[in-house]
């Protein structure tokens, strides 16, 4: 278990106190000394490393299978009086400006907090600090706990969310700057990272507006705390709406230009083509006349007339003008 304990602590009057023996001695010590709560944080357990946990604290095994295998839908749950609450905290990777959800399950009881991280997105290493640090948190017990994790992970979604928009500004100047690059994939791809920061926050939602209504027992005194929480998470909502409607019109605008570049390469080919056609039509009428006067008939109408040559080349000369001028009437040169 060491491996697997990120950290345990008693929190007592205000006052952390470490834990020296082995768990089911804190669970004890907590519960009898009163006005105290246990709080055990792991990451990644198996199933036999959490089995000590559940057999003290008397945890539902439905819950304890959510906790370990994790992938799930931001949630609340009740099991008696056992609070199963479930989190998707998001962290931000510079290096491939992806978006990377973990997992934070969440058991509250009246003396106890468990919390199960899965996932390299952390927040509860500020989130112990921040409450060991505020006697007014600590002092609210479990409920104090599970504010202050919600109001991290919400601040991390607003972070986040900051970083998206920096990415979609960037986008929109490329689609704009007149380049020729293609970034129909680079917009598929931060739409895609939108979608899953809408899939991690929009559970989260229902969730607090269920503790902010008063309906969770244990957060009950802390309901504004909540409620704040709650705004802050609604204002991140609007704003990814907003991304995600950007991007849409981003990828239409994107795909139009390109789309008129496209026409314009083939409006230009069709120009070329028609002055080849007519440059075509010009050499081919002298053509016609040469060739006919090039079978070597011997019986052929002004063969030996004086002015037949001079003639045939007056004929050349007018139709080839004939034929120019059409052709430039029409357009085509």
């Not at 106890?112 to 600090?129: E, K, M, T, W, Y």
Request: hydrophobic letters at 45%.
């Amino acid at each position: 278990m060491p491996d697997v304990i990120v950290d345990k602590a008693i929190y007592c009057g205000g006052v952390r106190e470490t834990i020296s023996g082995d768990i089911s001695d804190a669970v004890t010590a907590a519960r009898e000394r009163g006005e105290c709560f246990l709080w055990i944080g792991l990451h990644e357990p198996t199933r036999q490393e959490f089995d000590l946990i559940t057999s003290e604290v008397k945890l539902h095994p439905l819950a304890v299978e959510d906790a370990i295998h994790a992938h799930q839908r931001a949630k609340l749950e009740r099991y008696d009086d056992t609070l199963f609450i479930v989190l998707k905290p998001l962290v931000y990777l510079e290096e491939t400006s992806d978006i990377e959800v973990g997992e934070i399950n969440l058991f509250l009881g009246r003396d106890f907090v468990i919390s199960v991280r899965h996932g390299r997105a952390n927040p509860l290493n500020g989130v112990r600090d921040r409450i060991e640090s505020d006697p007014e948190l600590l002092a609210a017990g479990p409920a104090g706990v599970l504010y202050a994790i919600c109001d991290e992970v919400v601040d991390t979604y607003s972070r986040v969310s900051h970083e998206v928009e920096a990415d979609l500004i960037a986008l929109e100047h490329r689609v704009f700057s007149g380049e020729q690059a293609d970034v129909t994939a680079d917009i598929y791809s931060l739409k895609r990272e939108v979608l899953e920061f809408r899939t991690a926050q929009d559970p989260l939602i229902p969730v607090l507006e269920e503790i902010v209504k008063g309906r969770v027992e244990l957060c009950t005194a802390n309901r504004e705390q909540f409620r704040d929480v709650l705004d802050h998470l609604l204002r991140v909502d609007a704003q990814v709406d907003e991304h995600n409607e950007l991007l849409t019109s981003a990828l239409s605008a994107h795909l139009a230009l390109m789309g008129r570049e496209q026409n314009m390469v083939a409006m230009q080919q069709n120009a070329d083509m028609r002055k080849i056609s007519s440059w075509a039509a010009l050499i081919a009428v002298p053509t016609m006349i040469a060739g006919i006067y090039g079978m070597n008939f011997d019986y052929m109408p002004e063969l030996h007339w004086l002015l037949g040559y001079p003639l045939s080349l007056s004929v050349m000369v007018v139709a080839v003008l004939i034929v120019h001028r059409l052709l430039r009437r029409s357009g085509w040169l």
